[in-house]
């Protein structure tokens, strides 16, 4: 099992940035895959960011490749989402979660956080 806090998230204009933690607990953080989602209202939560167990490899959604870099701090059982460059469309609640890297794609696991919410006004 795996506890896991987003936090970092706030009204920003469009063009600013914002860094997002995630902090885990419970299970050996080291050892997970890690993984960033977003929902925006009426739609269906979306894949944003994933990095590998050892910081090793990341993945990126289209959406935001150039804007977001994924990191990780395995000493302080804490992953990150820097944001650049927001974009109105952009708004979202965003989750993380720990999961599976598979062939470049990450699989999530079942341990959503309460989320933390990202407003980027135009």
């Known amino acids: 099992q795996v506890q896991l806090v987003e936090s970092g998230g706030g009204l920003v204009q469009a063009g600013g940035s914002l860094r997002l933690s995630c902090a885990a607990s419970?299970?050996?953080?080291?050892?997970?895959?890690m993984g960033w989602y977003r929902q925006a209202p009426g739609r269906e939560r979306e894949f944003v960011a994933a990095?590998?167990?050892?910081?090793?490899?990341?993945y990126y959604a289209d959406s935001v490749k150039g804007r977001f870099t994924i990191s990780r701090d395995n000493a302080k059982n804490t992953m990150y989402l820097q944001m650049n460059s927001l974009r109105p469309e952009d708004t979202a609640i965003y989750y993380c979660?720990?999961?599976?890297?598979?062939?470049?794609?990450?699989?999530?696991?079942?341990?959503w956080g309460q989320g933390t919410q990202v407003t980027v006004s135009s």
């Open positions: 419970g299970r050996t953080f080291s050892g997970l895959d």
């Open positions: 979660n720990a999961g599976r890297v598979l062939s470049g794609t990450f699989y999530p696991y079942d341990y």
């Open positions: 990095i590998r167990w050892n910081g090793g490899s990341t």
